[in-house]
């Protein structure tokens, strides 16, 4: 079993920056692809950001330059710094884990950037 836990969501005005974390635990023994997405209300759920086990990232096409993944392998978490936050990314953020042919979400964090 795998779980996934994040965490740094909060408000912030517009052009302000957050940095939100995810630490998957349990049973992995190897790198696992992990990634961001998130959901705003009446949306679907849409990716943000991931990062493969060989360290290949890719990007929704709406926060290219101002978000950036990263990873700890050490210790299987992803990082996401986000800059010049919009309004429109307000939303709840998901982590997703995939590890051994399974996908793993987690709880998910609010984002609220006010205008």
């Known amino acids: 079993q795998v779980h996934v836990v994040e965490s740094g969501g909060g408000l912030v005005q517009a052009g302000g920056s957050l940095r939100l974390s995810c630490a998957a635990s349990g049973s992995i023994g190897s790198i696992p692809t992990m990634g961001w997405y998130r959901q705003a209300p009446g949306k679907q759920r849409e990716l943000v950001a991931s990062?493969?086990?060989?360290?290949?990232?890719m990007y929704g096409d709406s926060v290219k330059g101002r978000f950036t993944i990263s990873r700890d392998n050490t210790k299987k978490m992803v990082l996401l710094q986000m800059n010049n936050l919009k309004p429109e990314d307000t939303a709840v953020y998901y982590c997703?884990?995939?590890?051994?042919?399974?996908?793993?979400w987690g709880q998910g964090t609010q984002v609220t950037v006010s205008s």
């Open positions: 990062i493969s086990s060989a360290g290949a990232i």
């Open positions: 997703r884990c995939n590890y051994g042919g399974y996908v793993y």
